[in-house]
């Protein structure tokens, strides 16, 4: 059973570029939510996807923006780089619903470099 | 507004010595608390987890953590340390009332394990 995985591993941009991260769910899941980790930080919550929809958002400007596709999958677009988004970046999924006591499962991280 | 503080940037111990590693939350509705374990270059692993149930919670790799409501704690500890426990751990908070919820951590605590 896969885990929660993202593309790509690494990534070194300019700034005022644009990315794409990308995130696929654990097998069973329908939540994603996306997380910036500056270094030497904590992970700051950016946004959560449900339906294709997004339910929730942090402290985040607008350039940071996402989708979620009817595969349960998500990107996670940033555009304008500044050199402080360079950061690791944590896509982590779910499953929704009240009842759901299922834990909050993390990929890898996308590193992401801003020259 | 929810908030994490984990006390002690850095926690060195001994082989077999005590695990100790200090979170504090505070939250004005009933929380869901988790410890987190990330490796270097990793993403995020669940150690335990906290959801309204028995305050004393048992999680993989021999550690444990009692939720403590009239300190606001949630303190992870470890009887006996292990080389491979080094790691830097994240303590978290959602005040969501579910696991699928925004999580918002603490800023880590890199845990240094000598022989």
């Known amino acids: 059973d896969a885990g929660v995985t993202q593309s790509p591993t690494h990534l070194i941009k300019t700034r005022g570029q644009q990315v794409t991260l990308r995130c696929s769910p654990k097998s069973g899941h329908d939540t994603v939510s996306w997380y910036q980790q500056a270094l030497g930080q904590g992970p700051q919550f950016i946004f959560q996807y449900y339906e294709e929809e997004e339910r929730q958002r942090g402290n985040f400007p607008d350039r940071f923006s996402g989708h979620q596709f009817p595969n349960y999958s998500s990107e996670l677009n940033v555009n304008a780089l500044l050199l402080g988004d360079s950061a690791l970046y944590l896509c982590?999924?779910?499953?929704?619903?009240?009842?759901?006591?299922?834990?909050?499962?993390f990929g890898p991280g996308t590193r992401l470099l801003v020259l | 507004a929810q908030s994490v503080t984990q006390l002690g940037s850095h926690v060195s111990v001994s082989e077999g010595a005590l695990v100790l590693l200090r979170c504090n939350y505070s939250s004005s509705v009933p929380p869901y608390l988790f410890w987190y374990v990330q490796y270097p270059n990793q993403g995020l692993q669940l150690l335990l987890k906290?959801?309204?149930?028995?305050?004393l919670v048992k999680g993989i790799n021999g550690f444990e953590a009692e939720f403590k409501k009239s300190e606001t704690s949630f303190h992870l500890t470890k009887p006996s340390a292990h080389m491979s426990d080094a790691a830097e751990y994240f303590c978290a908070v959602s005040v969501s009332g579910t696991s699928y919820g925004k999580l918002t951590f603490g800023q880590g605590t890199i845990l240094t394990v000598h022989p």
């Open positions: 982590a999924s779910s499953l929704f619903g009240t009842d759901s006591k299922e834990t909050q499962y």
């Open positions: 906290y959801t309204s149930a028995a305050t």
